[in-house]
């Protein structure tokens, strides 16, 4: 957690802290976290309950593997075809005739969206 929070050399840093997201200051020290959130249950993860909110008591609880897996930015329904990649920027594609077509690479989740649903609209006829 505190790496990929604070280190920009770690894999997973453009989840965390690079969109801004921080610890609380009193979990530099385990115990202290310890103290706060106590054991972790077989099966559990530490889960932020608002995914774009930071590492601190109120925002953080015990969550079972599954319930954690359906609770990300990339399940969103409206995240469907929308990629982020390890650069941090989001390939977009979709399914038209049978074939997956690759729409773009952007820069934001917003564009993405809005780039998935246009290439939706133009081949499906959605909006």
Request: with cysteine; charged share 25%; glycine share 10%.
């Amino acid at each position: 957690m505190i790496q990929r929070v604070t280190n920009p050399k770690n894999t997973n840093f453009h989840h965390y802290g690079g969109r801004g997201i921080v610890i609380c200051a009193e979990w530099r020290e385990f115990s202290r976290f310890y103290a706060d959130m106590g054991a972790c249950p077989p099966g559990h993860t530490l889960e932020r309950v608002d995914n774009n909110g930071s590492y601190v008591k109120a925002n953080c609880v015990w969550a079972p593997r599954t319930t954690q897996a359906r609770n990300t930015r990339r399940t969103s329904p409206e995240n469907v075809g929308i990629y982020e990649n390890a650069a941090g920027t989001f390939e977009v594609r979709i399914r038209a005739d049978g074939h997956r077509l690759h729409v773009g690479t952007y820069g934001s989740l917003a564009d993405a969206r809005d780039a998935r649903r246009a290439a939706e609209a133009a081949h499906w006829g959605r909006r």
